[in-house]
């Protein structure tokens, strides 16, 4: 079978602060042809009926097609049908239905990955809420990493960057915490918890596995991505799963 467009490529992401065990997984992006971290694109998938579906958790069987588009790009790319013509070429197949609410179904699906994530990091106790908790942790630099709603107030955003800084011994950095694409309200049902303004994660582990889908749900909305360094060790070691799709994509 001849190896699709979109397939698997590697190569080392320089500038991280860990060495890496394996290359960085890549792919091609079906509508500029560039290649990109996988976490920074979406896999999309076609049911057998021909229904094109974004796979946010990259577990669907059979072949997937891989977009790094922005969201108003992908909206305008949908709308000219030349989505679709690419689609056709990554599934070789022209009997294809593509919603047209495609653009919001991928965001949606974005952000629950991601809230779904945050809710698992509480469970096991990775994640700290509550302003009070999370300022005595981030003094006592036991917090990898700060979180903000983004309509959390910039006066509460900077008491508790200035604590984390204290913690990381690094004052004068004007390092600071990082919005999320979420607001409160979101955040709050999400995790079953009032008025949830403000996170923070207590390892480097819990740091990765959340920057993996909050990385691709920024990237999709067009927001600012985190630095290399906060984008450090993420693998995508999730499971077996991946690795058995990405066998059924060659």
């Known amino acids: 079978m001849r190896t699709p467009p979109n397939e698997r490529l590697t190569s080392d992401i320089a500038g991280t602060p ?3 065990k394996a290359s960085e997984p890549e792919r091609r992006c079906i ?7 996988r976490e920074t694109l979406v896999r999309l998938a076609v ?3 021909g229904l094109v579906l974004p796979d946010a958790h990259e577990k669907a069987p059979g072949r997937g ?3 790094g588009a922005p969201r108003a790009e992908f909206a305008a790319a949908l709308a ?16 294809l239905e593509l919603p047209e609410t495609l653009p919001q179904m991928i965001e949606d699906a974005l952000t629950r990955v991601l809230l779904d994530r945050l809710g698992l990091e509480m ?19 036991a917090v990898a990493m700060l979180l903000h709603a983004n309509d959390a107030s910039e006066d509460g955003r900077k008491k508790l960057d200035q604590a984390w800084r204290v913690g990381r011994d690094a004052e004068g950095s004007g390092e600071r915490g990082l919005e999320l694409p979420l607001d409160r309200s979101a ?17 480097d582990a819990a740091v990765a596995r959340v920057m993996k889908p909050l990385t691709r ?7 600012d991505l985190p630095t290399a360094e906060r984008r450090a060790s993420v693998c995508a070691p999730d499971d077996e799963l991946n690795e058995t799709n990405e066998r059924n994509e060659q």
Not at 187 to 203: F, M, P
Not at 217 to 223: E, F, N
């Open 80 to 95: 000219s049908g030349k989505l679709k013509g690419a689609l056709a070429r990554a599934f070789k197949t022209g009997d």
């Open 65 to 67: 097609a891989w977009t």
């Open 18 to 20: 860990k060495a890496r």
């Open 47 to 49: 049911s057998p009926a």
């Open 187 to 203: 955040l709050s049902v999400a995790l079953g918890r009032d008025n949830v303004v403000h996170l923070a994660l207590a390892d």
């Open 217 to 223: 749900l920024m990237h999709y909305l067009g927001h």
């Open 123 to 141: 469970r096991v106790g990775s994640l700290i809420l509550g302003t009070q908790r999370i300022a005595e942790a981030a003094r006592g630099g």
């Open 31 to 37: 509508l500029s042809g560039e290649t990109a971290p």
